[in-house]
Every structure is written in structure tokens, then in C-alpha cells.
């Protein structure tokens, strides 16, 4: 477990042995969880900054689940998870969060489908936002 001073109320639990997390979980930073033996997430986990699930066993993310900035999922296998997307071959994934309703992670971006849809027009044309359009609305698909 690593402590980072510039980041307080984060956890760090990168190649540790966790297995579980306790439900109902808030942390106030970020939560690193990569490389753990962790398979599932705890119903109700807020975390306040961005949580990162590379190479880790989880294939669901649960429900009420509320994440403040970025969400990282390669190396998972997550259902529903859209990989390898756009020019940052980010990961998009759908699920429902606790206040917003059904939102979309997008790299450091977190929103509804349709600001999602806005904001691939903002970067990409053409063929690219095309292709991305339909990776975010397979991912929304998914998550109904």
C-alpha cells in the first residue's frame, strides 16, 4: 500500500492481496486497485477522484456505484465494456450511477450518453466519431 501526501483521503492498493472491500466504502481520493486479487466491487462504493481496475479479475461494476473523475479498465474483462476506442483506445463502459442515472465513463470523461455523444463531436469526424458513436451506444446497450 502506497500513501501519497499530495493526494489525501486516496488508497492505494496496487498489487496487494486484497480479495474484497467492505460495502457501502467511501473514499474521499482516488482508489487504485490495480494488479490486486480483488473479483468484485461492493454495492454502493463512492469514490471521490479515479478508480483503476487494470488487470484485476472484476468482470461487473456494481451497483450505485459513484466515481468523480476517471475510470481505468484495461486488462479487464468487464461485460459490456467497449475497449481499444479512439485515438486514446480508451475503455467506455456504461453503468448506472447512484444520482445521475445511466452514465458513461469515457477516459476522464463521466456523462450521459448524450453528452458523451457531444463531446466525441467536439474531438472527432467523420469515420473516428462514427466508430466511437457506436462502441458508446453498444456499451449503453450493455448496461440496460
Not at 55 to 71: A, M
Amino acid at each position: 500500500m502506497k500513501i501519497d501526501k499530495n493526494n489525501p483521503g486516496s488508497l492505494y492498493l496496487e498489487g496487494t492481496q486484497i480479495t474484497s472491500l467492505p460495502d457501502g466504502l467511501t473514499v474521499g481520493g482516488s482508489l487504485d486497485l490495480r494488479g490486486t486479487q480483488i473479483t468484485s466491487l461492493p454495492d454502493g462504493l463512492t469514490v471521490g477522484g479515479s478508480l483503476c481496475l487494470e488487470g484485476t479479475q472484476i468482470t461487473s461494476l456494481p451497483d450505485g456505484l459513484t466515481v468523480g473523475r476517471s475510470l481505468y479498465l484495461e486488462g479487464t474483462q468487464i461485460t459490456g465494456a467497449q475497449y481499444d476506442c479512439g485515438n486514446e483506445m480508451r475503455t467506455i463502459i456504461a453503468y448506472n450511477h447512484p444520482k445521475k442515472g445511466k452514465v458513461v465513463s469515457l477516459g476522464c470523461f463521466i456523462g450521459t450518453q448524450d453528452e458523451c455523444i457531444s463531446a466525441v463531436h467536439k474531438k472527432y469526424r467523420g469515420e473516428a466519431a462514427l466508430h466511437y458513436i457506436s462502441k458508446i451506444t453498444a456499451a449503453f446497450d450493455a448496461a440496460k
